[in-house]
């Protein structure tokens, strides 16, 4: 049975810093291109960054850009989420997923999904 499991949320003041891990286990994970997303209140589940399998590629959406760092390790098989400079529309529940066929942003790829860790960024 696959499992993601997200920690390392929390409340943080403009400017500051987080780091999101996401353990898996119930698969082999050197093999899973990994994503983190994340959903806002009443918005739309959105692609924030992922990698792939080996961790040389990686992809970012604009609005994070030199602000995220994803990364993995896959001798512990978690991938991470370093954020900096948080904004308060950062303010989300992200989500880590992993997928079988690549490693790119398109959500309805991802095969297993974490439960989420709320990010609350206060101004």
């Known amino acids: 049975q696959v499992q993601l499991v997200e920690s390392g949320g929390g409340l943080v003041q403009v400017g500051g810093s987080l780091r999101l891990s996401c353990a898996a286990s119930?698969?082999?994970?050197?093999?899973?291109?990994m994503g983190w997303f994340r959903q806002a209140l009443g918005k739309e589940r959105e692609t924030v960054a992922t990698?792939?399998?080996?961790?040389?590629?990686?992809y970012y959406t604009d609005s994070v850009k030199g602000r995220f760092t994803i990364s993995r390790d896959n001798a512990k098989n978690t991938v991470y989420l370093i954020m900096n400079s948080l904004k308060p529309e950062d303010t989300a529940v992200y989500y880590c997923?992993?997928?079988?066929?690549?490693?790119?942003?398109?959500?309805?790829?991802?095969?297993?999904w974490g439960q989420g860790t709320q990010v609350t960024v206060s101004s």
């Open positions: 997923a992993a997928q079988t066929t690549g490693w790119g942003p398109q959500i309805n790829d991802y095969d297993y």
């Open positions: 119930g698969l082999t994970f050197s093999n899973y291109g």
């Open positions: 990698i792939s399998s080996k961790g040389f590629r990686t």
